[in-house]
């Protein structure tokens, strides 16, 4: 895919011309709110898209795009927030692509460690994604959900602060 025919450039071009126009007349509190506001809002468009019908992931290539995505989101989001900030919110979707784009024997695997991360996943989010993969059909779809639900229901995980999964709407898209 051309790099300059991104919608996360288009996005992040865009986004930036805003944040130029708005900082010259906002308090430095507004601003940073603002920014936040929009990279959670960028974060939870770019998850409900993965979950958008049409959408057919091919892992090896996906991957790719992926990274190249949460990248340039990092890298534009830093420029106008803590990078260590952007970095602990854009870690979640990094994950989360890392983990639908791997392997169908490493899946498990992954799960699990993303699962101890952010056990606020809703596993129907993670269902539906898996369901976008032309690599898997549906029967290897339920037997790597089936062991997903099981997993999750034996180890309760307490005392972790939600992520950005906890707002993730699960109506239809």
């Not at 709110?33 to 809002?41: C, Q, S, Y």
């Not at 990248?71 to 106008?80: K, P, Y």
């Not at 989360?96 to 056990?119: D, H, N």
């Amino acid at each position: 895919m051309d790099p300059s025919a991104s919608p996360v450039l288009t996005l992040t071009v865009t986004f930036g011309d805003f944040f130029a126009d708005y900082r010259q007349h906002a308090e430095d509190f507004l601003f940073n709110k603002v920014v936040a506001d929009v990279l959670e809002g960028f974060l939870l468009a770019y998850l409900q898209q993965l979950r958008a019908k049409p959408t057919k992931i091919k892992p090896v290539a996906a991957l790719e795009l992926f990274e190249a995505d949460c990248a340039l989101a990092t890298d534009f989001f830093s420029e106008h927030r803590d990078p260590r900030r952007v970095q602990k919110v854009m870690d979640a979707l990094s994950k989360f692509t890392g983990l639908i784009s791997s392997s169908q024997k490493m899946v498990y695997l992954e799960f699990f460690a993303f699962w101890k991360v952010y056990p606020d996943l809703p596993l129907q989010l993670f269902e539906e994604v898996l369901a976008r993969r032309e690599d898997l059909d549906r029967a290897a779809i339920k037997d790597i959900m089936e062991t997903c639900r099981r997993k999750t229901q034996e180890e309760r995980i307490a005392d972790v602060p939600p992520s950005i999964f906890s707002k993730v709407r699960l109506d239809k898209v």
